[in-house]
């Protein structure tokens, strides 16, 4: 099971400026962090592209989507579910999943972004 990238749907790139094929990583918060290790991620920051990855992982090792139609996900009674606000979605619009992504991911910090900053603070 894999999601659509944004450029298979055209509305769908801009509700996330993060696309899927940079390598920018990102910080997930706890209940998103405990789903993506579930499916096998490990450490606490990834890629956007490995966050999609592991949420495929998850969604198919524990059976969540429908057996008949699989671009159906039933997400209702998981945690997934619970971070969705969502019974259910499909992957062919994924517009849930951005907009949850994008309330539960944060930009990681880039090396030597802060020490730029304690260097000028302690001038």
Request: aromatic share 8%.
């Amino acid at each position: 099971m894999s999601f659509p990238n944004s450029s298979q749907h055209p509305g769908a790139g801009n509700s996330c400026r993060i696309t899927l094929g940079q390598a920018n990583q990102v910080i997930p918060k706890v209940p998103l962090l405990r789903i993506l290790q579930a499916a096998g991620a490990q450490g606490e920051t990834f890629t956007l592209k490995e966050v999609m990855h592991f949420l495929g992982q998850y969604i198919m090792g524990r059976q969540l989507y429908d057996k008949r139609q699989q671009h159906l996900v039933h997400c209702g009674g998981d945690e997934l579910g619970e971070l969705l606000g969502l019974q259910s979605f499909s992957v062919k619009d994924p517009s849930p999943v951005y907009e949850m992504l994008k309330r539960n991911l944060s930009p990681a910090a880039l090396p030597g972004r802060f020490g730029a900053i304690n260097v000028a603070l302690t001038w």
